[in-house]
């Protein structure tokens, strides 16, 4: 045992039983017992960065609260940061003024580009930013064998990250199929987890019944996918934890609320999955889905738990999610119980301060250490074509609608040109290609897709899940590869071209996903995008939304990788061609 | 990962994906949900020892429930298998039929006697026997300095025993004020919890206030000793789980059933901590406990997930504690939710079977193996002198008082005869004798008793909180003598005599505390005991217990140990006489 933790302990019992004053006292303050449900009025004395004493204090710092309400800092159970589009660093900048103090992230999007070294950079940014990022070690990585992905992580690497600090269990396993079958190295890795004694992530959409019990039984503790309340409720029933998930895109919570009772809310979190930047600046994080339980009914000190202690527990983080000797200062001070508004934040017993850079690594030193990370763009451009040789008349046609995930999968005439198929934005059919952009094999998977309604030019990004290989959405062959050969330079991001010009772009040069900029910037910037995107045609709210999931073979019902056209209800490829 | 390890899973995930029969199908079960806190009809699908499945199953071997409830098996979250006088394997013969299936316990009585081998030996006996038997790491072995034990646990040897298998934390702290002083040892031991992330029980009496949050700050996360509502409440509100106990010496769930509510339930266990032979036939286990707070009024599933899962959570045992896929299929079913008498027990998937002796080691390797453990009485009798000079006229005298530990310190003139003090039956004042007896050191603490209302002979014990000397109270030295002489040639126990004749004794020849006998000899034995020594006039209900009181100079006013009387209130030893 070393001396330091040893006389640290001996200080903190010696301000706890206010032998000596505490080092800064919260007084007056009206704090939320998130093990009672109840609300007490008293001091909270701090020595260092950890609560001492819940009572009446004196300190060497005092600052009154007079009145207002303080609870334990929110802790988001699960969320890919990657989905924000802000590096770790620019991320908990943002979200920590909103009252988070820990995030538990699944960096399974980084992963599938760079691997553990992708997991690691996550790791080494958060390292003494404004939350404490912690990490669920990426199960599904690539998501499929249809795709890919810059890196595979097998059962083995699984392990060596789950040895790595900071790392909590094992993330969503997203293969469902794939335990049902009881493929090997999908039951290694559950296997794994198990032996280990770690916490297992769920995702397991509309699953019930026997599959999901058989799903549960190899240890899974919680899903964040539900969609119905009876599904919710079987879930509950059957062990796991119910993460409500609010976020950006996908969004729960009206429709699971009524799920929620006092006898299950202490088996019940609320997350985000992933939040968009602007969402992040102008509604908030955790405070954001908070304050829209409230309003839909829920009890606020239950629903404070949900995003405190629950989360605490669930994870096994016994050093925080309560205002409770023993446990960090991480705290959020506020005035309205039924609206919370974050309005001082405590981290590690100290005020937040917005000025303080905390993160202490610097870039250069983060390219250096990670340079898979920094450079993860590869595509040779000049072997590509998008050439579609007209082999028939009516092709599969990827539809997609207004902010859903699902397409369809529609047969359609389309436009031919001397042997070739070519966009037809008259009839709202455009060329889709997927470009491999890892290790430049060349590999590009080429199709149609209708329902963007871009009139002219072309778009692409980097941001593909899970594969992140670039998508391309083009009026004509020639912005097609002049967005790319934008990505390209830029090393990763989002791009607009038109009549052979770039009209727009957003460098996310992290791993082609995320960016070093700051929220303000990047949601700006997003925005001048998104305008662009509107003039040249674009009918969809995010078109860069839509089109990262273009490529991700586990939603229905159409999909394009790298490899090809996915009829994802076969989970098989398909041909283009119908006739 | 092992081979065995994945085939098992997957032969999990085929039965209870319902691809080929279960095991066993336990049908038409009423089952008690311990996550939802609901009643739900189904069956429950068994492969080996875990269940798979909750909802329609067949199986290859069905059993009939007709609508019975079925709950998980019950775990006890905190006692000293030492009390009940049983061995571990006698002792989970017993409680397992009455539900029991896993048990959490704290061996500091045996640990006291023989140290980290006294441990070993409850870890080793407890092997495949009826329950699950983990054990938390006595951290306060001796409870003071103001006595002589059997062996020292130093936080160093502490760190050995967590790294024992089956070893969940480090046991109860006791020794609050030496938290408070921030004595060096007792806080290595804590730091020694935290760092290795393992949860630290407690045992602190009636604080509150500021000292109770210097306490919980260090990591303690349990409390078994309120006896008020408010001490309980606060307990739980600064983050403690309240572990209500309703033992056979100690009750205080009538008076802390009112603190118990929907919201804070989850956060509370009921335990026994310590348990009587007699009662665990007669009345039963955590049955016992579960029938009485039903009867008090609390709701029945709630009282069960006190008594399941909350422990479950609580241990951070993930494998057990509920009814759902993954977890041990330890279940008991029972007709009647207000009066819960389990009628069949399933243990490991399978029924509990009196008649089948599981525990694998015998009592011949056990006495090999652990030679400590069953030669635990060293005293060299020649060498004793119960002689007490009459240096002054006013003693300092013990008073006990029916049914309490806490005994009073009173003054009162004692018969003197020959310049000596000596026991004086009529006046009801006994001469007292504490004897070390581990190491044959010849201490011996010499005083004088009231209360008892002992006419004739003697009676002796080997078991005497904590540090388990010989305790002794006679009406002669001949007597005290031989009833001491006898519990050294059986190797430990309780015994009485009287006019130079052995009237009865039990052996307890485990470290002088437990017997290899079982449950219904040990019991009838000691009712033999009881009879006798009211014949000789004895007009407590139980002498035996009051007496292994007497030498626990951490529980007020007035105490004996080997060294010689105590004086708790100023945690010093004092001198007999007063004037």
């Not at 198990?194 to 297992?200: D, E």
């Not at 205002?323 to 005035?335: K, N, S, Y």
């Not at 072997?383 to 082999?391: E, G, R, T, W």
């Not at 910037?521 to 001048?528: G, K, M, Q, R, Y």
């Amino acid at each position: 045992m070393e001396k330091e933790t040893i006389e640290k302990m001996k200080n903190q019992i010696q301000q706890a039983r206010g032998l000596v004053s505490a080092d800064c006292v919260l007084k007056n303050c009206t704090i939320v017992d998130v093990f009672c449900a109840e609300l007490q009025t008293a001091d909270i004395a701090i020595c260092g960065e950890i609560i001492v004493g819940v009572g009446e204090y004196s300190g060497r710092n005092e600052i009154d609260c007079k009145g207002a309400y303080v609870c334990p800092g929110f802790m988001e159970g699960h969320i890919h940061i990657e989905s924000s589009m802000l590096s770790p660093k620019q991320f908990t900048k943002t979200v920590a003024p909103h009252g988070t103090t820990t995030v538990i992230c699944d960096p399974h999007e980084i992963a599938n580009v760079a691997g553990i070294p992708g997991v690691e950079y996550i790791l080494e940014e958060s390292k003494g930013s404004e939350c404490s990022v912690f990490v669920m070690a990426p199960s599904c990585v690539p998501a499929t064998n249809l795709e890919n992905s810059g890196a595979k992580l097998t059962s083995t690497n699984l392990e060596e990250i789950l040895d790595l600090e900071q790392v909590l269990g094992v993330a969503e396993m997203m293969n469902f199929p794939g335990v049902l079958s009881q493929d090997e190295e999908v039951v290694k890795k559950l296997a794994l987890g198990k032996s280990k004694k770690v916490p297992v992530d769920g995702h397991a959409p509309g699953l019930m019944g026997k599959d999901l019990q058989a799903y549960i039984g190899t240890g899974i503790q919680s899903d964040h996918e539900c969609s119905t309340v009876a599904e919710a409720k079987e879930k509950l029933s059957s062990g796991m934890y119910l993460f409500v998930r609010e976020g950006s895109t996908a969004k729960n919570l009206e429709e699971l609320y009524p799920v929620i009772t006092v006898q299950n809310s202490h088996r019940c979190l609320l997350v985000t999955d992933d939040c968009h930047p602007e969402e992040l600046l102008n509604e908030g994080h955790m405070d954001r889905i908070l304050r829209k339980v409230i309003q839909l009914g829920l009890d606020p000190v239950t629903a404070i738990q949900m995003v405190t202690i629950n989360v605490a527990d669930c994870f096994g983080l016994k050093d925080r999610g309560a205002i409770a000797p023993g446990r960090i200062a991480d705290l959020v001070i506020f005035e309205d119980l039924e609206d919370i508004r974050p309005k001082t934040i405590f981290r590690r017993g100290e005020i937040l301060n917005d000025n303080k850079v905390t993160a202490r690594i610097s870039k250069d030193e983060l390219t250096h250490k990670y340079p898979d990370v920094f450079d993860s763009v590869h595509v040779n451009l000049e072997k590509l074509s998008f050439d579609i040789p007209a082999v028939g008349k009516i092709a599969r046609v990827i539809q997609v609608k207004k902010n859903q995930l699902i397409t369809e999968s529609i047969e359609l005439p389309v436009r031919i040109l001397d042997g070739f198929a070519i966009s037809d934005p008259q009839q709202d059919i455009l060329k889709l290609a997927v470009v491999e952009r890892h290790n430049a094999t060349g590999n590009i998977g080429l199709g149609f897709v209708t329902g963007f309604g871009l009139k002219k030019g072309a778009i692409a990004s980097t941001v593909g899940h899970d594969s992140h290989n670039i998508t391309v959405v083009g009026c004509n062959d020639r912005d097609m590869a002049l967005v790319i050969e934008t990505l390209i330079k830029q090393g990763g991001g989002l791009a607009i071209a038109c009549d052979g010009k770039v009209e727009a772009s957003l460098v996310l040069d992290v791993a082609g996903l995320m960016s070093t900029d700051d929220a303000a910037e990047v949601a700006e910037t997003f925005s001048v995008l998104l305008k662009v995107a509107t003039k040249l045609g674009v009918q969809v709210s995010d078109p860069f939304m839509l089109m990262s999931f273009l490529s991700l073979p586990v939603i229905p019902h159409l999909k394009m990788t790298d490899i090809g056209l996915v009829d994802v209800d076969s989970f098989c490829h398909t041909s283009l061609w119908v006739e």
